[in-house]
């Protein structure tokens, strides 16, 4: 399948090299080509030409809040019940994970527990095979228990609440297509295989500071 350069999206950052920032995929450009804006040049290296690609964001990431973006959204105006709703609704979500394959999965996968083993694939496979809950395994028990204590760790102290919606990585529109204040996103649905495009209230953030943090409606 051919992703739109749009959709995906690499970080870049050499060990040694002189170059550091995102790239995405321009399917006009022929061979094997590297093309860098003068931004990303760090400083000069010549003798250095190897690539370290730290991630290839092909698909949205969970949108998490922290506390940092908590603070900015505070001071923006965001009422604290509505950061209260959210995480109560996570709560409830992780402690109904201990009864629920599908759930317990969904919880694996949200906060990257278990991506090695897999296990969040292999809680949905059993969830469709209609195979019942593991609760009185032992081994299962101590799993859910340390999966679950570990997510409430993340709430309780780094306020990682997870938020209806995605995450997505961008580049500067270097076509010149979009005019200022203009934003364009989709991403590929993992289960339908075509593109979406979204509509709606988006925040773009670079650090977690009211003057990085910008609303746009698209």
Known sequence: MRVPFYCLFSKLIPTQSNEKGMVSVNYRQTGRELVLRPSMIKFQAPEWSEIEIVRAFDRPSPFYLNRPLITVLEALGVAYETFKEYLDGAVMEVKNARWDLEQAGRLLESFGLGASFRLSSIMYHLHKLGVPMQNKDPFYKNLMDFAIDHVLRELKHHARIPIPGHTLVG????????????????????????????????VITRYHTPSHLFLFTI
């Open 171 to 202: 580049v500067a529109d270097v076509h010149g297509w979009l005019q200022p204040t203009e934003v364009f996103a989709c991403y590929v649905n993992q289960q339908t295989k075509q593109l979406e495009y979204l509509e709606g209230d988006m």
